[in-house]
């Protein structure tokens, strides 16, 4: 599981965000999260309903490697959405 992105980050969000996941991954192991309640509650609850047994790791350190990993996508995408900022007084083709 990446992320999630809501207006509403809730137990019932969050559990149809995990089973999403869980359907195009299959069940993990152990899932590492931040300490969002809303996660926690959907992860215990799908543990409960399909016997899944997956372990939650709520570890800051752990956490903040997963998000830096998008640093390198980052890099690559920041030059692509320069191109498309064009300077006053340049005509255009269209």
Not at 43 to 71: C, F, M, P, T, W
């Amino acid at each position: 599981m990446d992320f999630l992105l809501t207006a509403k980050r809730d137990r019932k969000a969050a559990l149809r965000f995990l089973r999403k996941t869980i359907g195009w991954n299959g069940t993990p192991e152990t899932i590492t999260i931040d300490k969002s309640g809303a996660n926690t509650a959907a992860i215990e609850s799908h543990n409960a309903k399909h016997e899944a047994g997956i372990e939650i790791r709520q570890i800051k350190y752990l956490n903040n490697i997963v998000e830096q990993d998008h640093r390198a996508i980052k890099r690559l995408v920041w030059p692509m959405l320069l191109v498309w900022t064009v300077p006053d007084g340049i005509d255009v083709p269209e």
